[in-house]
């Protein structure tokens, strides 16, 4: 356990201890020591088998030891916790929590490594808590953890019928569990995360007990909504049955529709221009070894186009940035225009931009394509009150038997681009072969 921190841990809104491979209590969170009746340091130390029914103990024995030795991946044993004639250690029945009654709930275990690779200890989880009698309350505590926190709890029955859900299952998912208007599992999962429950989550929750990880929820308004999910089934693992066939689940999921936008955000960052929102350098040269690769195996033809604007720089020093931004964007919004939906432009520099273009094979097109850039860049971009003149230079590579490589037929784009400006700018130059 060499480095590990017990905050999140400590966050958890279900029943969590680890146990030393002695079976000792090392560490139990808020919620188990609520369900214990006592504090920490009364319940650090214990036995974990002082926790079980005496008739039990045997097998609960018997079961733990083959999760230390490795024969198991986890093992379930029922304990009893909380008031004074329940079956938990003395320190624990000493504590004076003033409850009364005894619950029998569902520990979950699984043993956890060190850094050397050896069993370190089990990490014990109670998730569901079922009274022993009707009229027996849970712990106020713990309804109010269950019932007020922000992510969503629901107990799927074994018919699919969801028989509880909290507060933000009720709200965000529109959870309903009213006898004649119930929502149902599949009411809750999106299309394709159904089927994918069907096929993975379900399989892997009768074999090991739980699966967690991440799919997409339908929200009240029936829009997909991604989470990050655990399913836990209240039934001994590896039974080899479907999960609604062998008993109930519970599941606990987080909205991560922030976390979702963030990765997409940073994507976007990672491939494309900050300014004109085109494919960057890196964005446009991995289409084309793509694009290029198509070529080799398939003869799909491909075409590079370099573009470098014609005096932009008098632009930026006369006007100041703001208005060359301006330029940039809207240089960028014409090539757009120009261009198919299928082709990739992209901002490669300052004034740079270049057109990936797949699938055409027919040089008069092609040069027409070069010819309409040429053409609508040299129209007047108004700035505001300020009207600007610009023009391109444009290099014309095309893949062939000889240059099918990306540094190749970049370089090969890049020299023809030149050519056009010491050409006299404004124009286009087409290269075919590589020089000798």
Not at 208 to 229: C, I, N, Y
Not at 282 to 302: F, I, K, S
């Amino acid at each position: 356990r060499e480095g590990w921190r017990p905050g999140v841990f400590d966050l958890m809104p279900v029943g969590g201890g680890l146990w030393s491979p002695e079976g000792l209590l090392e560490h139990a969170n808020p919620v188990l020591c609520d369900l214990l009746g006592a504090t920490p340091p009364e319940v650090v130390g214990s036995e974990l088998l002082d926790l079980v029914d005496p008739d039990e103990r045997a097998a609960a024995a018997s079961d733990v030891t083959e999760l230390l030795d490795g024969d198991r991946n986890a093992v379930e044993v029922v304990i009893r916790v909380a008031g004074p004639d329940a079956l938990v250690p003395r320190a624990v029945s000493s504590a004076g929590s003033g409850r009364r009654g005894r619950w029998p709930v569902t520990l979950h275990l699984t043993g956890y490594f060190g850094v050397d690779g050896r069993m370190a200890g089990l990490i014990g989880q109670v998730f569901d808590f079922e009274p022993a009698e009707p009229s027996t309350p849970l712990p106020t505590g713990l309804v109010q953890v269950l019932e007020e926190g922000s992510d969503f709890l629901l107990v799927v029955e074994a018919d699919g019928t969801v028989s509880y859900g909290n507060r933000s299952a009720r709200g965000a998912l529109g959870v309903d569990t009213a006898p004649d208007r119930s929502t149902t599992l599949v009411d809750v999962l999106d299309g394709d995360s159904l089927e994918f429950f069907r096929e993975v989550v379900e399989p892997a929750v009768a074999a090991d007990g739980a699966w967690q990880g991440e799919l997409f929820f339908r929200d009240r308004d029936d829009q997909s909504l991604p989470v990050s999910a655990r399913f836990v089934s209240h039934q001994p693992p590896g039974n080899g049955r479907e999960v609604h066939a062998s008993g109930s689940l519970s599941v606990f999921a987080r909205d991560i529709t922030d976390l979702k936008n963030a990765e997409r955000r940073l994507r976007q960052l990672a491939t494309h221009d900050y300014l004109t929102g085109l494919p960057n350098r890196l964005l446009l040269y991995d289409r084309l070894e793509l694009a290029l690769n198509r070529y080799v195996r398939y003869g799909t033809p491909v075409a590079l186009m370099f573009c470098d604007l014609d005096g932009f720089k008098p632009v930026n020093d006369r006007h100041g940035h703001a208005v060359g931004d301006a330029v940039l964007m809207e240089v960028a919004d014409r090539i757009h225009s120009v261009v198919r939906d299928t082709d990739t432009a992209a901002r490669v520099g300052g004034d740079e931009f270049a057109v990936l273009v797949e699938g055409v094979d027919d040089m008069e097109q092609l040069t027409a394509v070069a010819q309409r850039l040429v053409s609508r860049v040299a129209e007047p971009v108004p700035v505001g009150a300020v009207t600007t003149e610009i023009g391109v230079s444009i290099g014309l590579a095309v893949a062939s038997a000889s240059c099918h490589e990306v540094d190749t037929l970049v370089a090969l784009a890049d020299s023809a681009m030149y050519r056009a400006k010491a050409a006299g700018r404004g124009r286009y130059v087409v290269v075919t072969e590589p020089d000798a």
